[in-house]
């Protein structure tokens, strides 16, 4: 195997490891989410906290990698607004923290003072 195909692999072997999940009981529900982050996704999460909006960050992240127990996306892009302006923040920034600090080293406690 070349370099490429070596990385690859070692992504998709992390990826096969099935999906963690984050209990939230005031959802009545667990929200399940890949252990890892894409590089697509860290680039979008660094995007926004360069920018000062870490809410903004926290959610992106919460839409990109939440899950439905089928492992099928839970959350689409246009649920942002609902999101930010419709549902406890105390507990969007719980699950989306716990949801990225599976799989950055990003201190989300810096998110979430914003």
């Known amino acids: 195997m070349n370099i490429m195909e070596n990385a690859t ?3 998709e072997d992390k990826v096969k490891n099935g999906l963690n999940e984050v209990d939230v009981p005031e959802w009545g529900c667990k ?3 890949l252990p890892v982050m894409t590089v697509r996704e860290m680039e979008a999460l660094y995007s926004h906290m360069e920018k000062g909006n870490q809410l903004d960050a926290l959610v992106e992240m ?3 990698r939440a ?3 089928d492992g099928s ?3 689409k892009k246009g649920d942002k607004f609902e999101i930010m302006n419709k549902m406890d923040p105390e507990v969007v920034i719980r699950v989306a923290s716990e949801v990225i600090e599976s799989g950055t080293s990003v201190q989300t406690d810096t998110l ?3």
């Open 9 to 11: 692999k070692h992504f």
């Open 73 to 75: 996306m839970a959350f």
């Open 31 to 33: 929200v399940s989410f």
């Open 112 to 114: 979430a003072k914003n």
């Open 67 to 69: 899950r439905n127990e």
């Open 62 to 64: 919460l839409i990109l």
